[in-house]
Nanobody
Framework: QVQLVESGGGSVQAGGSLRLSCAAS????????MAWFRQAPGKEREFVAG????????SYADSVKGRTTISRDNAKNTVTLQMNSLKPEDTAVYYCAANLIVLSVSYGEYDYWGQGTQVTVSS
């Protein structure tokens, strides 16, 4: 069992930055590939960024590529999403997720989820 708690969401103007953090507790954090997903009202949950167990591989959605960086600290059991040049279309609830073994862009393959943190970007 893994417990995930997100923090760092908030309201910013377009062009601003936010740093989301996810703290994990429970089983060995380094066993899990980690990802961030987001869900806007009336839309399906979508992949934002993911990172492999070691941190050596990352993956980004085209919509955030070049503006977003995912990183992890296995010693501190945390994964971070740095988002820059935010746009109104980035407005959503952002979820941290853990997947035993593989990095995947499919939310159905993730085993554990946080409660989500709201990001609101105004124009």
């Amino acid at each position: 069992q893994v417990q995930l708690v997100e923090s760092g969401g908030g309201s910013v103007q377009a062009g601003g930055s936010l740093r989301l953090s996810c703290a994990a507790s429970g089983r060995i954090f380094s066993m899990y590939a980690m990802a961030w997903f987001r869900q806007a009202p009336g839309k399906e949950r979508e992949f934002v960024a993911g990172i492999s167990r070691s941190g050596g591989s990352t993956s980004y959605a085209d919509s955030v590529k070049g503006r977003t960086t995912i990183s992890r600290d296995n010693a501190k059991n945390t994964v971070t999403l740095q988002m820059n040049s935010l746009k109104p279309e980035d407005t959503a609830v952002y979820y941290c997720a853990a997947n035993l073994i593989v990095l995947s862009v499919s939310y159905g393959e993730y085993d554990y989820w946080g409660q989500g943190t709201q990001v609101t970007v105004s124009s």
